[in-house]
């Protein structure tokens, strides 16, 4: 089977040849794919939010539809429907652009609940259903959403419902002082430079192969335990309205089975836990009217909450697993 570490490392190498800053979203965007999950980039105009959906589907080489949501497309531009064909007296189904290996769905809160709500079934049952006819989606199947939390006007929010089915929510930061002048150079050397520059690098069969790897990822129960704590907690917390559901509990186990496969390991630690908190819960969750008015943050909450849940003791990578983990990979 292949190595889910070789998948990530070739991916972030060849990627990292445009893109400047962020590595980690590439991990995010690595760990969603090998989990079957999906992602939901957020940050301001100018950030490469969509060039990094670019660059990760031309690095993996899989079959790629990007949607423009706006306030006027319609639940069949998304998944497609029967169309009179004239010549031959019948209907044919002409499928929509969720029909691919990766749908980049660009500014998503553009589009009406009843449009974003197209998008359910195919992440989570990856079917789609058109007249009554259910038809199977490719395999693999991942969609990156991006959205603007700055420009709020002909906006919507994404439902609770939405939310739940994005394995992460990663915000797309502007790049360090250092990093942003490696990108002037970079640009000021190369203007051309885009995502046709990155090559493909690996192959549908190997990330297949690569995601029954992680599916072998052993978890202690211990390991479950604070997992579910951190969960539970999110639920049992006066600062929160709505906590964390089951399903996301099973999404954050799959998402530490995949940080530790591609580290190298094949058991999870409470590192790789922890280190997800953030971009696995904070989505889900929604503060109350006294959280709201105190002006606390979702971040601040789940920031609490996982300081305050203890980890399990004696469940540790080797010293040689950790010295080659800080080499090769750097932490989340």
Partial sequence: MTEPAGVYDALRDEIQTVLVGNDEVVEI??????????????????????????????????????????PDILPADITGTHVYREETGEFQLQRGPVFANLVVADEINRATPKTQSALLEAMQEQTVTIEGETLSLPNPFLVVATQNPVEMEG???LPIAQRDRFQFKFTVEPPDRSDEMVLLDRFDDRPELGSENVSQVVTADEILSARETVDSVHVDSAVKRYLLDLVVATRESPELDHGASPRAGLSYLNAAKARAAIRGRDYVIPDDVKALAMPVLTHRLVPSAEANLSDVTVEEIVETISDGVEPPDGIEATPSVDAEDDRGHGES
């Avoid at 989990?35 to 079959?63: Q, Y």
Wanted: charged share 20%; net charge positive.
């Fill in 29 to 70: 965007l690595t760990i969603s794919l090998l989990t079957r999950s999906h992602v939901l980039m957020e940050g301001v105009p100018g950030v490469a939010k969509t060039t990094i959906a670019r660059l990760f589907a031309r690095a993996t080489g899989l079959d790629t539809n990007r949607i423009q949501m706006t």
């Fill in 155 to 157: 906006t919507y929010e």
